[in-house]
């Protein structure tokens, strides 16, 4: 499993984890397509747009693999601002290629890539 250095592992003051630090001796946990609801917390938003500034700062436009990084936090993204790279995609293989989708995260994550609190 590739470990992202530099990555954050959390959101500051939090609990909402970003990165894992083992694999999963039970087996890898997929990557699905969460829905977002629009009565979501604050607190879960706030999470998501950190997320998805980290990625960005991170990768950018590139191809990553998902290595360390949550299946859970990825998994609101997924399908929408993270889309799977490869053909055929394995949702649960640690070597398994994503890329951001740069004109959905930035419609749905503007603070993302403003240069605001998160850029």
Do not use: C
Not at 14 to 28: A, L, S, Y
């Amino acid at each position: 499993m590739l470990k992202h250095r530099g990555f954050p592992g959390r959101l500051p003051g939090t609990d909402f984890q970003f990165t894992i630090r083992r694999p999963n001796p039970k087996g890898v946990t997929p990557i699905t397509m969460r829905e977002r609801y629009r009565d979501r917390r604050a607190p879960d938003r706030r999470a998501d747009t950190a997320f998805m500034a980290a990625l960005w700062r991170q990768f950018g436009t590139e191809p990553f693999e998902r290595g360390n990084l949550d299946a859970g936090r990825l998994s609101w993204l997924f399908g929408r601002e993270v889309l799977a790279y490869d053909d055929p995609f394995d949702p649960e293989s640690y070597e398994a290629l994503l890329i951001i989708d740069e004109t959905a995260a930035r419609a749905a994550f503007p603070d993302a890539f403003d240069g605001g609190e998160w850029a």
